[in-house]
Every structure is written in structure tokens, then in C-alpha cells.
């Protein structure tokens, strides 16, 4: 048997016919079993050493759960003209059978870049869908670059809590405006949680009533530098909340009703991370949301009486590898996110 | 799918959540909390839907029985079966302590009146510290003789909400076996529906919970492929396996009054050839799919009279050996009767006479002490009209055949022929394979734990309907009898086989052959 999981320098342009000699070779040792799984393309965009090396890593991790080609591109503009690449294999074991997806891996930079986006195209599984993870900042001084590697793809994949401004929140809206693209965010899933706990305040019936007795929503944020990105997952909460509840945010991001949303910074925690959520109804009564430290779930508590730790007892993983697996397990496109968004370039002006 | 009679508005905040249908909070009562069937799979199936975060707050569960336990006894029994039997292991002490707190019993006889008064007033105490709002499950893991007694009392304490009129509503879920023959199934539903209207009752095939069962319909109708050739102009015969490689084990008693007919034909199997064989239903809705189901049923051709044995055979096996392991004869197993003539093993051709299957054979076979435990079910397509190729051969031309798998190694494979590589064409079956595991990663949930959540959702697409067993008992019963008053009794085979020769003869007759699943 070969060993799939080894990294194979090869010719850019024979980049296919690599992976098909690969596989070739294997299936000559028929007493071990490999089965080749994909289920997605899923192209990752780094422009760093350290982000090319994180994507892969997390990639590989999340093959096991969605087959993948995973295809991990790095792209520097500004270096000496290269264009390389490898080939390698992320297996897992399941039941008798040993489960492969293909990665291949390219580094382009100087004018060598500007071949990236037919290049990828070309490797794509046919008649599979793409995801497009974009690994950090979007560049959005460079946006037909950005567009053209987004052409092929059924999924934009981004963290908005590397962006570092509202407009990178516009680019992608404007993707999943215009485009057949669907706009994704790993920080978008990543707060699930958040919003789970805040519907199942409002899931026992009597309860129901009470979401149009809201006035007041107060999100602490965990925000170390006050980065922007930090502030993202409070702006989608509120944003979200005020979507669901047919609310009407100005352009700059106040609310017309009779509902107050409060964006507080808090230190201690997960920079990034929303570290509690305290609503407050028309009749001075409260529901909160807090992490319970010592155990990592969240908990509810109604009117400051009844303690719901029941609620929510999972803790979604979040590392970077259980986010984009969830995004994948999904197979429709994320219908809410859309909706959300123009909200929370306006409600991000808050914070800007 | 709809769930039916929603209590309130829908929650706006679950919109696009991971769990957009999460139910309100009831009140499950299990009757025959202390048994098996609870330990093994309604407990750590209901565990596992708390770990997935699809239980709600204030989801309290009931155990009912006559053995003395308090409720910290019972959190500590269950929490035992839960680290044996959780499809979520090991069990996550934060989350078993949130479920616990949920968790009570009741002891009692099922005929004492005064144990249903106590049961009333907990649930009612429920009602105030949980927020069940009068929300009840009744779950019936009891042996069919005690369902009269059960349902009465549950009446007469006036713990049943009529759903024609406002309030919480009330369900009950009823176990396999749903009758004997056709008169006990008769008079079982004749009682529920004594005490619980029809669309209160959830009648638990589990079968039906499983996601390869459930993706028979998405194959079938959420794929343009298949649904053209899905009929009598392109399909030669259709087969289906429910193989075992266990014996009775403890369940000798009943299974001499059962027999694997009644034990698996007339639910699971028939079950599937209803849905191998159903129209497309009108919606993904609980009526809409179960009256295509039940159509299905009424058109199985009628065995002839006198004349059985040409489509039927039954088996019993005798001492063998079953994946390297020595296996004794079932009349040797506990609690059977040493000259028992039971059918531990069953094949039939079966025939649907309606439009799309007309004269197209079906053929069944389900089996205990087979050689591996295996569900499957194939479609064999009717050959190439003609030999093109490889006709100086005497290969004969073979059928395309799809064939889905239910259990274990759930997945799809189709079977093809492809050209050898070289400078002759000559031709070999090969296999396109889709495998859940390989494809999804994920471990499917239990049959249970998706049946429980449709329960408490009100949704009853994946449960029977009183119509679709009373027309399954109607086609067997006929057959039933006819082998009880056959003398010969079943044709023996050794354990480990698949089967009796007859079985094979009943297809080779018809120049077929059971495919090896």
C-alpha cells in the first residue's frame, strides 16, 4: 500500500493525471480497501504560509465528516513570479474501508496569481458543488479577482471576524445579491448557540406572546482590541433578532420601535465571543442568557425566577474544522443569513 | 413533512436553526418502564435527542411500572442503560444531569385504579414546576393484554383529552405486535380507538425510523432518474431480505405464538413493499403518504386456496452453525416447545395487481439463524433485449440491479456491466456504490429517537395506520391459518443457511435466483 497521505510534488498542469496515477497505484493492493469520497469542492484562498498550513490542517480534519477535493490555494501578489503545486490524500477509517479525499495544493504569487482562477476551475469535480472559503480578510480592493474565483462556486465561505470593516460585510452581501453565490459566515454559525438559547426562551407557548413585549436587548461583547470583527457576532445577534421580529433598522442602525438594542464591550472571554444577552419586556420583567463557565453551556433565566439550565446543554464545537463541516451539512443554502445582513452593515455603524 | 395541530404560532426565532421543529414540552409516560425495551432504546433514544439539543426545556419523562423504585433509583437504572445503549456515548454528565431532572416514576399495577389517580396528580404537579401544560404522551411498551386495561383506566380518570375539542393534546404510542391475525387486530384497535381518536394514536413500526427506509421515498421520488423505469415495462421481479443470524433468544415464549410471519412479514416487510411499490403520494404528509401505502396492500393478489405452498414456504432451523459459532435447533431453545412447528424462517412470491405491477414477482424471505444479519432489497431490471456483445461467450446477459440497504452498511449500489480493458470487447459486472458512512460521516440516529421526536411534533407519516394493519392481516391471515392446518409443519434447514431448498425452489422455478445480499 501506498502511503495516500504523503505530499507529491507535481507539474501544475498534470495535476489530474497525478491524482489519477495515484490512485491507479493504489488500487493494485486490492487487500486494502480505499474508497475515494466527495461530496463537495472546496476551494480555500490563504495569502500566507501560516494561513495556507491552517487551512489544510482544518480541511483534512473536516474530510472525515465531508468528502471533500479540497483544493488550498496561496496567493501573494507581491513575491517573485511561481506557480507549484502538490498532491496528497486525507483518509479516515470507516468500518472496514479506508475513506480518501483528494487535496491538492497551490502556491501562485507575482504575475502568477492572476492564473489562479482558471486553474482552479479546471480542477473542480464536475457536477459537485463548490464552496469557496476565504481564509481572512476579504480583499476587497481587489474585487474582480475575488468575483472570478467566486464564479464557480455555489458557496462563499467567510469569518467576519477577521474583517475590519463594515464594507467587507457589503462585499459579501453584494455577492449573494448578485451573483448565484451564497454567501456563508463561519461567525454566523459560530454564535448558533446564542441563538438557539434565545429561541427556546420563547419556545414554551405562554412565552410566545411575550416577543412582541420586548423593549430593551442588551449583548455584551468580548472585545480585547476593539477590532471590528470582534463586534460581528453581537451586530448579528441584534441584527437577527430584529429580522425575526419584523423590526425596522435605519440606515444608521437605530431602531424605529419602541426597542432599545445595546451593544456593550466586555472584557474576559473569547475576543470575538458574545458574553451575555439581557432582554427586557414592556413590564420591567427580564430574560437573560449567560455561559455557564464551569460547565461551557449556556443557560436562561426568565423573569429572574424560574432558572431554565435545561435549555441549552450542547456546546456546538467551534473550532474552525466543526464550523465549516455544519456549513457543509447543510445542503440548501443558509436562507436567514441573507436577510440578516443588510441589517448589520447598517447596525455595524454603530460600532465602526 | 407537517406537523399536525400545532398548538400556538410557530416560533419565529427557530427559523433557519438547526432544529426549526422543536416540540413543545409534555409529559411522556412509559408504560412498562421497567422492561427491556425501555432500557434498551426508549430512555437512551430520548437521551440522545437531549445530547442533539432536540429535546425542550421542561420535556419530563415518566416511567410507570409495577417494580419499586424511587425517582433517584430510576435516574440511576436508566442512567446505566444509557451508558450501554446511548447511540451518543459515552454520556455527557452535564447533559445526563439536565435530562435527569426531567426524569420521575411511578410505580404501580397497570390494573390498580389508585396508582393512575397518583400518576394523574404528579403529571398535574408537571404541569405547574415544568411547564407541560397538560401535554401528554402515553407509551404503551406493555404486551397487547394489557392495552384494554390501560386505555380504560387512562378513560376513566378522565386523563385523555378529546382533540376534537380545545386543550393540550393527548397521544399515545402503541407497540408491535398490533394483533395475532385480524380479529385480535380488529378488537386492539377497536379498543384504542375506545378511549383515543384515530390521529391520536401512533401506531410504532420502527422500521419506518429508519433513514434508509426513509430514503426509499427520497430515491424514489426526489430523483428524475428512477421513477420512469419504476414499473412493470422495466422491472423484471423485485426481492427483498430480512435475514437475522440470531435465534429467538429470550424471546422463545413469544415467539411460539408468533412465528416469523407475524413477527416481520406483516409489519416490516410488508412495510417496505409498500413503499418499494407505492404511487407517488400527493404530499409528504402523514394521510397522503399512508393512503398510497395501504393501496399497495389492498392490491396483493390473494394466495390461492389449497394451493399455498407454490408461493409460500416456511422453515425452521435446526442445529448449526452461524458465523463460526455453534447454533442449537430452535425446538432446543428456551421456552419453546420441543416439537414446536413455529416458522423461524418464511419465503413467499408475492404479486401487486395494480397498473404499475402487474405479474411482476415479488419475493420475500425472512429468516432467523440466517447466515448474517442483513435487510436488503433489490431490484432486478429486465436484461438488454439483445445479446450485442459477448456472444461467442456463453455468459448469460445480466440484469442491472439496484439494490438498497437497510441495514447494516446502509447504502445504494447499482450493478452494471462495463467493457473489460483490452482489444476485445468483452463485458463484466461492475457496482456503483453509495455508502451513508462514506458519504455522510455521520452515525444515522436511532429508528427510535426519530419516531419519539415525531411523536411529540404530532407528525404521523412514519407510524401505522389502523387501515394499513388490519389490510396487511387480511392478505396473511388466510395463509396463517392454511399452515396451521398443515400437518407437515416447516421444512427444517441447519442454522447458517439461508434457509430451506424449498426456498430456493420457489424462485428457480421461475428461472430466478435469490441474490446473495
Known amino acids: 500500500m501506498i502511503d495516500l497521505s504523503k505530499e507529491v510534488r507535481v507539474d501544475v498542469g498534470a495535476i489530474e493525471k497525478s491524482l489519477a496515477a495515484l490512485w491507479r497505484e493504489e488500487s493494485l493492493h486490492p487487500e486494502h480497501a480505499v474508497t475515494r469520497a466527495a461530496l463537495w469542492n472546496v476551494v480555500a484562498h490563504t495569502c500566507s504560509a501560516e494561513r495556507h498550513k491552517f487551512a489544510s490542517e482544518t480541511l483534512s480534519a473536516a474530510s472525515s465528516s465531508v468528502p471533500q477535493r479540497t483544493i488550498v490555494v496561496r496567493a501573494t501578489p507581491g513575491g517573485e513570479p511561481e506557480l507549484s503545486s502538490w498532491i496528497s490524500a486525507n483518509c479516515h477509517v470507516s468500518g472496514e474501508k479506508q475513506v480518501c479525499s483528494e487535496e491538492i495544493n497551490i502556491v501562485a504569487s507575482g504575475s502568477q496569481v492572476d492564473r489562479l482562477p482558471p486553474l482552479v476551475d479546471a480542477l473542480l469535480i464536475p457536477d459537485m458543488p463548490v464552496a469557496m472559503w476565504w481564509v481572512g480578510d476579504l480583499p476587497n480592493e481587489n474585487e474582480r479577482y475575488v468575483e472570478q474565483l467566486l464564479d464557480p462556486a455555489d458557496r462563499m465561505i467567510v469569518d467576519s471576524v477577521f474583517f475590519d470593516r463594515a464594507a467587507d460585510l457589503d462585499l459579501v452581501r453584494r455577492v449573494g445579491e448578485r451573483t448565484t453565490t451564497a454567501p456563508g459566515d463561519l461567525n454566523w454559525i459560530r454564535f448558533e448557540d446564542w441563538r438557539m438559547a434565545a429561541a427556546s426562551v420563547f419556545d414554551p407557548p405562554d412565552m410566545r406572546s411575550r416577543l412582541g413585549d420586548i423593549r430593551r436587548v442588551r449583548i455584551a461583547a468580548v472585545t480585547e482590541s476593539g477590532f471590528f470583527g470582534e463586534w460581528i457576532e453581537a451586530v448579528y445577534f441584534a441584527s437577527w433578532l430584529s ?54 453551556v449556556l443557560t436562561t433565566t426568565v423573569n429572574g425566577i424560574v432558572t431554565m439550565p435545561d435549555a441549552i446543554t450542547r456546546t456546538f464545537g467551534k473550532r474552525p474544522q466543526d464550523l465549516i463541516i455544519r456549513l457543509l451539512g447543510q445542503p440548501d443554502a ?15 455603524k454603530r460600532v465602526a | 413533512m407537517t406537523t399536525t395541530a400545532p398548538d400556538v404560532e410557530p416560533n419565529p426565532l427557530r427559523e433557519g436553526l438547526e432544529q426549526e421543529r422543536v416540540p413543545d414540552a409534555s409529559c411522556l409516560v412509559i408504560f412498562g418502564a421497567s422492561g427491556d425495551l425501555t432500557q434498551r432504546k426508549l430512555i437512551p433514544g430520548l437521551y440522545s435527542l437531549a445530547h442533539d439539543g432536540l429535546l425542550p ?200 405464538s408468533a412465528g416469523i410471519t407475524r413477527d416481520i412479514i406483516q409489519n416490516h416487510m410488508l412495510q417496505l413493499v409498500s413503499l418499494v411499490a407505492m404511487e407517488p403520494p400527493v404530499a409528504f404528509e402523514a394521510d397522503a403518504v399512508r393512503d398510497e401505502k395501504v393501496k399497495v396492500l389492498r392490491a396483493l393478489r390473494e394466495f390461492p386456496k389449497g394451493k399455498e405452498a407454490e408461493l409460500a414456504v416456511r422453515g425452521q432451523y435446526t442445529d448449526g452453525s452461524v458465523l463460526g459459532e455453534e ?70 446477459m445480466q440484469s442491472n440491479i439496484l439494490s438498497i440497504r437497510i441495514q447494516p452498511d446502509e447504502g445504494i449500489s447499482l450493478k452494471f456491466d462495463s467493457k473489460i480493458p483490452g482489444p476485445t470487447v468483452r463485458t463484466a459486472p461492475v457496482t456503483m456504490e453509495f455508502r451513508y458512512a462514506t458519504s455522510f460521516g455521520a452515525e444515522p440516529p436511532e429508528a427510535y429517537e426519530r419516531l419519539l421526536l415525531e411523536t411529540m411534533l404530532g407528525d404521523s407519516t412514519l407510524f401505522a395506520r389502523r387501515d394499513e394493519v388490519e389490510t396487511a392481516w387480511d392478505w396473511l391471515d388466510p395463509l396463517l391459518v392454511a399452515w396451521a392446518k398443515d400437518a407437515r409443519g416447516p421444512e427444517l434447514y441447519p442454522a447458517g443457511n439461508w434457509g430451506p431448498p424449498s426456498a430456493d425452489a420457489l424462485i428457480e422455478r421461475d428461472g430466478r435466483s435469490w441474490r446473495r445480499p
Open chain 1, 334 to 348: 443558509d436562507r436567514l443569513l441573507p436577510k440578516v445582513l443588510p441589517v448589520a452593515i447598517r447596525m455595524a
Open chain 2, 327 to 396: 447454533a442449537i435447533a430452535y425446538r432446543r431453545e428456551e421456552n419453546v416447545d420441543p416439537k414446536s412447528n413455529v416458522e423461524t424462517f418464511a419465503a413467499m412470491k408475492v404479486f401487486i395487481d395494480n397498473w404499475r405491477w402487474a405479474d411482476v414477482p415479488f419475493y420475500l424471505r425472512a429468516g432467523k439463524r440466517l447466515p448474517k444479519r442483513v435487510t436488503d432489497i433489490s431490484i432486478h431490471f429486465r436484461p438488454a433485449p439483445y445479446p450485442l456483445f459477448n456472444k461467442m461467450s456463453n455468459v448469460k
Open chain 2, 57 to 256: 426545556a421542561g420535556q419530563t419523562i415518566v416511567g410507570f411500572s409495577r417494580s419499586d423504585y424511587t425517582d433517584d433509583e430510576f435516574r440511576k437504572l436508566m442512567r446505566e442503560a444509557c451508558d450501554k445503549h446511548a447511540r451518543t456515548r459515552p454520556v455527557d454528565d452535564a447533559i445526563w444531569e439536565n435530562f435527569a431532572k426531567g426524569l420521575f416514576y411511578v410505580r404501580g399495577n397497570f390494573d390498580e385504579h389508585q396508582a393512575y389517580v397518583e400518576l394523574k396528580k404528579r403529571l398535574g404537579e408537571f404541569d405547574k414546576t415544568r411547564g407541560t401544560g397538560g401535554r401528554r404522551i402515553y407509551y404503551l411498551a406493555v404486551p397487547p393484554d394489557y392495552f384494554p386495561l390501560i386505555c380504560e383506566l387512562l378513560g376513566k380518570e378522565q386523563m385523555v383529552n378529546d382533540p376534537e375539542k380545545d386543550g393540550p393534546y393527548t397521544r399515545a404510542i402503541i407497540e408491535k405486535p398490533f394483533g395475532h391475525d385480524l380479529e385480535s387486530a380488529r378488537e386492539l384497535n377497536r379498543v384504542a380507538v375506545s378511549t383515543f381518536r384515530e390521529r391520536q394514536l401512533f401506531r410504532i413500526d420502527h422500521y419506518l425510523g429508519k433513514e434508509t427506509v426513509q430514503n426509499l421515498l427520497v430515491l424514489r421520488f426526489a430523483n428524475g432518474i428512477f421513477e420512469p423505469f419504476w414499473n412493470r415495462q422495466y422491472i423484471d421481479h423485485v426481492q427483498l431480505t430480512v435475514a437475522e443470524s440470531i435465534g429467538v433468544e429470550k424471546r422463545g415464549a413469544y415467539f411460539e
Open chain 1, 243 to 296: 429580522v425575526q421580529l419584523g423590526l425596522h433598522v435605519e440606515e444608521d442602525g437605530s431602531v424605529g420601535e419602541d426597542i432599545a438594542f445595546e451593544l456593550q464591550r466586555r472584557s474576559g472571554g473569547i475576543a470575538g465571543s458574545i458574553a451575555g444577552v439581557e432582554i427586557t419586556f414592556a413590564d420591567g420583567a427580564t430574560a437573560t442568557i449567560s455561559r455557564d463557565a464551569e460547565r461551557g
